[in-house]
């Protein structure tokens, strides 16, 4: 079954706009976890707009231990500051199952696409070794089109996460029959090299079964965004159930 893992970063968003402590990422974070979903996400950037290092250490306690899964998503590369360990550390520090990687800058509004692995390859390749040494399992952000899928396993990474923002898109406008080839693609394309596949970005209620009917065996979802949004009108617990009947609908 495919896991759930509900990215809190909003909520972040939330509680930074008055600069104290509500809404609490801790609070959303049992409440999605009491409901049922399989692990918690958080995308630390390093302008601190939203989730901060202290959120990863809180949520760290919070969740070791338990079922559930951590994971980390941010940008390798990003150099560590004052403020900002950079993401290797903070993923050691927390023990997160799993670090998922993304190639955005600095300022990016969000993350917008995967890893040109023939750039990226060999400055990875260490980073991962690095991961897995402390624990970690690795995912590599990847476009649903990219050339370079085959080589996310060649450099030791243990998952990709396909990028399904144009996918999402596509859904929006009524005509998403290419993207979902393609992602379904690229999971085949993974799978058969022996990488496991996660999917995220703008997934939502409405897209996510038809999704996950055509892309064979997602091992996650990482759902923020749209989640924290429709939560507004039904509650976070109650939201986080829907998705999981999606999810389960989608088993058939
Ligand atoms: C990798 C990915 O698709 C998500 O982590 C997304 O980038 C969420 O991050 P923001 O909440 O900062 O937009
Ligand atoms: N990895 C994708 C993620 O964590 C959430 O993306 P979104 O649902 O906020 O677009």
Redesign the pocket.
């Known amino acids: 079954m495919t896991v759930l893992s509900v ?1 809190i ?2 909520i972040a ?1 939330l509680r930074n706009s008055r600069g104290d402590t509500l809404p609490s990422v801790a609070q959303a974070a049992t409440t999605c976890l009491g409901a049922g979903c399989g692990g918690i ?1 958080v ?1 630390p ?1 390093p302008d601190l ?2 989730i901060r290092p202290d959120d990863v250490r809180t949520l760290a306690k919070l969740l070791r231990g338990g079922a559930a899964e951590f994971n980390i ?1 941010g940008n390798p590369f990003a150099p560590a500051r004052d403020s900002y360990p950079g993401l290797l550390e903070l993923c050691a520090e927390a023990g997160a199952q799993q670090a ?1 990687l ?1 190639p ?1 800058a600095d300022g990016q ?3 917008d696409h995967g890893f040109d692995l023939l750039k990226d390859a060999q400055r990875l390749k260490p980073l991962i070794r690095e991961l897995k040494a402390a624990g970690c399992r690795v995912s590599l ?1 990847m476009d649903a089109d990219s050339a370079h899928i085959e080589h996310a396993a060649e450099i030791g990474a243990d998952r990709i ?1 396909i ?1 399904t ?1 144009p996918f999402a898109h596509a859904f929006e406008a009524g005509d998403c029959g290419r993207e979902l080839d393609l992602c379904a693609k690229a999971a085949e394309r993974a799978q058969a090299v022996g990488l496991a596949v996660n999917a ?3 997934l939502n209620q409405a897209n996510l079964g038809v999704f996950l009917r055509t892309v064979p065996n997602v091992a996650e979802v ?1 759902i ?2 749209a989640l924290i949004g429709e939560a507004i009108y039904d509650g976070l617990a109650p939201t986080v159930r829907k998705y999981l009947a999606v999810i389960a609908a989608a088993r058939g």
Do not use: L
Request: hydrophobic share 15%; glycine share 12%; aromatic share 8%.
């Open positions: 990215n970063n909003k968003v996400t995308h950037r707009r939203h998503e998922t993304v955005d509004i969000t993350s952000f996460e990028y923002g995220g970005h703008d990482s923020g965004h």
